[in-house]
């Protein structure tokens, strides 16, 4: 079985552009979750989706969104970057997004630099 | 605000050995807990977990201890290999408040270093 993917896998931008990175979950898992990796703040929760709809949303300001699509797959977008905005971008899924039975499953990230 | 501590950055020990790797939690809505062990270049890979009507779980060479009235868990790696070493990262959610959903919050992780 595949596992989750994540493209591309790194990505450089400038201050004020836009970026989308998607997320390709396992076979049959419905929930896709979004994490933020930074040295300074570790691994922050962003949102989650499960079936179409956000279930979850963490502290980060309007500039990031998402959706998740019929077959699953996601989509996060960042609005006018900033050079903050520079971490890795990790995608998680799991059949149904119930943490107690099914542990999220992590793609290998996608890396941001914002010049 | 840090919810979910992870105090000892890193931490060595011989192989063969045990590794003791602590976390606290602040918040009192958290009722699950997960370790997640992460290597360079990967994505975190998932461990072991804990509920909070348990206070130990075992699985293989890994077993989780949790402290509820003290807000710790702990994981210990027995015996510990070269393979081990990786940064791991304790990880909390409040099942109750999420609707059932994934919402984590992690620690900044220990970085593991099993030398032989």
């Known amino acids: 079985k595949a596992g989750v993917t994540q493209t591309p896998r790194y990505l450089i931008k400038t201050r004020g552009q836009q970026v989308t990175l998607s997320c390709s979950p396992i076979?049959?898992?419905?929930?896709v979750s979004w994490y933020q990796q930074t040295p300074g703040q570790g691994l922050q929760f962003l949102f989650e989706?499960?079936?179409?709809?956000?279930?979850n949303k963490g502290n980060f300001p309007g500039r990031f969104s998402g959706r998740q699509f019929s077959n699953s797959r996601s989509e996060m977008n960042v609005s006018t970057l900033e050079l903050g905005d520079s971490a890795l971008y990790l995608c998680?899924?799991?059949?149904?997004?119930?943490?107690?039975?099914?542990?999220?499953?992590f793609g290998n990230g996608t890396r941001l630099t914002v010049t | 605000d840090q919810q979910v501590k992870q105090n000892s950055p890193s931490l060595s020990v011989q192989e063969g050995r045990i590794s003791i790797l602590n976390c606290d939690y602040t918040?009192?809505?958290?009722?699950?807990f997960l370790w997640y062990k992460k290597y360079p270049a990967e994505g975190p890979t998932f461990l072991i977990s804990?509920?909070?009507?348990?206070d130990k779980n075992e699985d293989g060479r890994f077993t989780v201890f949790l402290n509820k009235s003290a807000k710790h868990l702990s994981l210990h790696i027995v015996p510990s290999q070269p393979g081990d070493s990786a940064v791991y990262f304790c990880?909390?959610?409040?099942?109750?408040?999420?609707?059932?959903?994934?919402?984590?919050?992690f620690g900044t992780g220990t970085q593991l270093k099993v030398e032989l």
């Open positions: 990880a909390a959610t409040p099942t109750i408040l999420t609707g059932g959903g994934n919402k984590l919050t």
């Open positions: 989706y499960f079936s179409e709809t956000q279930r």
């Open positions: 804990i509920s909070s009507i348990k």
């Open positions: 918040n009192s809505m958290f009722d699950y």
């Open positions: 076979s049959g898992h419905r929930s």
């Open positions: 998680a899924s799991s059949p149904r997004g119930k943490p107690d039975n099914s542990p999220l499953h």
